[in-house]
């Protein structure tokens, strides 16, 4: 089987490539990819090249496959797993695998398995480990994004606290407590506000969400309404802290000065840290999802409610595979959207310049089709490309039927309408 892929040779050395793949052991999967999403860690891999953590130092001479974030179908079944897994299944990857011990991980460190290439060689850590994951769901791109959702799903797991004259830590957010996300309508953002919202098992009873921005807290509310919320049994608020002379003091109003139980801060910003411990109720959680470029990002604590008020903090940057699982099958039952992540699509060629680039690049989510060629194009853009591109204007119409998000009727369109491809 020929595949096409983007494979890392060093530092920003992306290179469209097609090869052949070897056959498969009766251990392992044949599987072809469909949708890739692009992400910071793809940008960072290709500006550390051989001295990143999980790429092989001989990766000059034995090229990976980069991309870790696909969706894609089973084309054929090792012995080893036909009972498992079934020829023509829709399935996506949890990527950090962690076999016995290394760092190896699809889309870092292997020859044959990476998002950006139309077919992979699944090798036999992912199903030891149970990483490969069924996906029933209706659209690829949903299955890309259920890595980045499951970052989501795991701050919220990742929240504790505590029982007086107990030390056990009661793990999650509080049911029915007081929620914050400051800076929370970029594109992680808004998908912790609709796993608030929308998640079965626990959810907040308060919800405040912050920006500096009328216009981007203006689509959250058009994407997440708060009548929407409030039929899920959750009060939100949306506050604009730009112009309040003490943006710690509106957001305890909105409590009635209780404070908060649970509070995500989605940027790495000092004043919002500090903003976020002051806002703690007692035992209150605060998560710092937001990952510093700088190694020496600090910001100052309040220790006299650590120690009297028993405050706690924690910082997530990925989601476990049940974490995964979770996502896949909420993305399954339509009860989660994540579209609102995915800001631009393109084809596989675009790929290794969306990836160099991408701290450039305005927006959330790249998602590449990766058996399509055609350039990386901002949902916003279409319209105007579609005055002299057909497709593009069809497209268009189709994301500003779904408020301006991507969706698998604009998935399915793209897929039977995009004359570029990749040969295969």
């Known amino acids: 089987m020929k595949t096409r892929a983007i494979r890392l040779y060093g530092v920003n050395d992306l290179r469209l490539e097609a090869f052949e793949l070897p056959q498969i052991a009766e251990d392992e999967i044949l599987a072809k990819v469909i949708t ?18 999980r790429i092989p130092s001989d990766v000059d001479k034995n090229p990976i496959i980069l991309g870790h ?43 044959y398995i990476g998002g950006d290439s139309t077919y992979v060689v699944i090798p036999h850590q992912v199903m030891e480990l149970d990483c490969l994951l069924p996906y029933d769901g209706d659209a690829f791109f949903l299955g890309s994004l259920a890595e980045p959702v499951s970052c989501v799903v795991g701050t919220f797991h990742a929240m504790y606290h505590t029982t007086n004259g107990s030390y056990e830590h009661q793990m999650g957010i509080v049911e029915g407590g007081n929620m914050a996300i400051l800076a929370g309508v970029g594109p992680m953002g808004l998908s912790a506000i609709d796993y608030a919202i929308h998640n079965p098992d626990r959810k907040p009873g308060r919800l405040v969400v912050t920006d500096i921005d009328d216009a981007r807290l203006n689509r959250a509310q058009d994407l997440y309404s708060i009548e929407d919320a409030k039929q899920n049994g959750v009060e939100l608020i949306y506050l604009n802290t730009k112009n309040s002379s003490d ?32 806002i703690l109720a007692k035992n209150g959680c605060l998560n710092f999802f937001a990952g510093p470029n700088k190694t020496d990002f600090t ?24 974490d995964m699982r979770e996502s896949l099958h909420l993305m399954e039952k ?18 290794p310049e969306a ?14 089709y990766t058996h399509l060629d055609f350039p990386l194009t901002a949902l916003s853009d279409l319209a105007e490309l579609g005055k ?11 994301v500003d039927k779904h408020k301006g998000l991507w969706s698998a009727e604009a998935e399915s369109y793209l897929l039977e309408n995009c004359k570029k491809r990749i040969e295969e």
């Open 36 to 53: 890739n999403s692009i992400c910071m860690s793809d940008h960072k891999a290709a500006e550390q090249g051989a001295s990143h953590k």
């Open 69 to 111: 974030e696909f969706c894609g179908e089973i084309v054929e079944v090792g012995k080893k797993w036909q009972g498992k897994f079934k020829v023509g299944s829709r399935f996506s990857i949890q990527p950090a695998l962690n076999y016995k011990g290394t760092l190896d991980a699809p889309g870092y460190s292997f020859q």
């Open 247 to 278: 943006p710690v003091a509106s957001l305890l109003d909105c409590t009635e000065g209780k404070g908060y139980d649970d509070v995500l801060v989605m940027a790495p910003v000092r004043m919002l840290v500090e903003q976020a411990d002051a």
């Open 299 to 322: 910001a100052s604590l309040n220790f006299y409610n650590v120690h009297y008020a028993s405050t706690h903090i924690v910082g997530t940057s990925g989601g476990n595979t049940d």
């Open 334 to 351: 339509g009860l989660i959207n994540p579209a609102a992540m995915v800001t631009h699509i393109g084809g596989l060629s675009a790929v």
């Open 355 to 368: 990836v160099i680039n991408l701290p450039n690049i305005p927006g959330g989510k790249k998602m590449m």
């Open 388 to 398: 002299t591109n057909e497709m593009a204007a069809e497209l268009a119409k189709l």
